[in-house]
């Protein structure tokens, strides 16, 4: 193993770490600046409405206060909606959520459009943040964290990744303590599914069965809630939504090149649908593998944490560049079993990358069709992979130093 960053030896030593993120933070400033400077009657130069995805949360809002929830799924009316919100957005932001998230967004159109706006981002980022400093709480880290570019896209985008990673980290983080508290977290997660898929994984490895149950319960109540307080109607447009977000998925209609998947990968590639499918369901499985592994062998939470949040994104298909928000806890859990136990080689090199890789993925895929996100993603399950074959080596070794005596 190196030596650890403060020792000078290393290109990302302290000072570097001090001065790099302040760096990112002025960086972020000025994009904002010049986002904020961009609007015209709140839609920028490129047509996007201001806060982006967000305009779907309050026109899904309007829609089911006005009586009209189902017609959230339909484009076509739900577009009206949105231009209550932004006259002069000529965009159609399409509405995939379940009723579970759809209940939670329902009171956002009882304010004005900016107001919502404000009040939904940042008190979902001051969830976030809190639940961030649970895990580390040193002024590097946060000022790491004001420059990991994920929080700066989600914020643009108006996105719900601030609230979901909270969820997840928060639930991962009290598991060992709160078994039950951390199955309503994880049930929570029902608002987006697909992020959720590998917890039971997770937690039939440690036969975390109270956890399971609260989780179960929790999910069916909220999505129950959804369907009783918007309707069935409500159950079944968003049910016949996920054929159309497939449909968009398969045809390029979604931005693969702000998707950090294998299918968005293959698929910009040129590869066909069966291909992208196949390989994605290969990956997504070694994922899903890893992670089983790292929860039955070892009992350290931070490589456990990592490994469950990371390897998430190599699960569903269906994930976007604001979602990558999620790395800032894989980032700091590795960060942290760095410090402690001794940095490997090329580990602080790769968490560099997953930092900037919100910011960087798009314009790299945009320009060389070259899908970088599954690639640094997988790179960080090897590091933690790595990690565990090097504790069960030095185990073994020590198990037969003992027996020798």
Not at 124 to 136: D, E, P
């Amino acid at each position: 193993m190196e030596k650890s960053a403060n020792s000078g030896e290393h290109w990302l030593n302290g000072n570097r770490l001090k001065v790099y993120p302040r760096l990112l933070v002025v960086l972020f400033a000025v994009m904002t600046g010049v986002w904020l400077l961009s609007f015209k009657h709140m839609v920028d130069a490129e047509g996007n409405p201001f806060g982006n995805d967000f305009i779907t949360f309050w026109g899904a809002s309007l829609a089911a206060l006005q009586g009209h929830a189902p017609d959230a799924y339909n484009a076509s009316r739900i577009f009206a909606f949105e231009q209550v919100a932004v006259p002069a957005s000529t965009k159609v932001f399409g509405w995939f959520y379940p009723p579970s998230f759809y209940v939670l967004v329902l009171p956002l159109a009882h304010l004005p459009y900016v107001a919502a706006y404000l009040l939904y981002i940042f008190s979902t980022l001051g969830f976030f943040v809190a639940v961030l400093r649970r895990v580390v709480r040193n002024s590097i880290a946060m000022w790491c964290l004001a420059g990991f570019s994920g929080v700066c896209i989600n914020f643009m985008d108006g996105q719900n990744a601030f609230l979901t990673a909270g969820l997840a980290a928060a639930a991962i983080l009290c598991l060992k303590r709160r078994p039950y508290f951390a199955g309503v977290l994880i049930g929570l997660l029902a608002i987006k599914p697909h992020l959720a898929i590998l917890f039971p994984v997770a937690l039939v490895a440690i036969g975390a069965w109270r956890s399971i149950v609260a989780a179960a319960v929790t999910a069916c109540a909220l999505m129950a809630a959804g369907t009783a307080v918007l309707g069935q109607a409500t159950f079944k447009a968003w049910l016949g939504s996920i054929a159309t977000a497939q449909m968009l998925l398969e045809q390029g209609g979604l931005p693969w090149q702000k998707m950090p998947t294998v299918f968005a990968l293959v698929r910009l590639l040129h590869a066909p649908v069966r291909v992208a499918y196949g390989l994605h369901i290969a990956v997504a499985i070694a994922a899903a593998v890893l992670v089983w592994r790292v929860w039955r062998r070892s009992q350290d939470w931070q490589l456990r944490g990592a490994v469950l949040m990371a390897a998430t994104f190599l699960i569903s298909p269906y994930v976007f560049d604001y979602d990558l928000v999620w790395l800032a806890f894989p980032i700091a859990w590795l960060a942290l079993v760095g410090v402690r136990d001794g940095w490997m080689h090329g580990e602080r090199e790769l968490l560099t990358l997953a930092w900037v890789l919100p910011l960087l993925m798009a314009p790299i895929a945009s320009t060389t069709s070259l899908q970088a996100g599954p690639v640094v993603l997988i790179a960080m399950l090897w590091v933690v992979n790595r990690r565990i074959a090097t504790i069960a080596v030095v185990t073994s070794a020590d198990e037969l130093e003992l027996a020798a005596v």
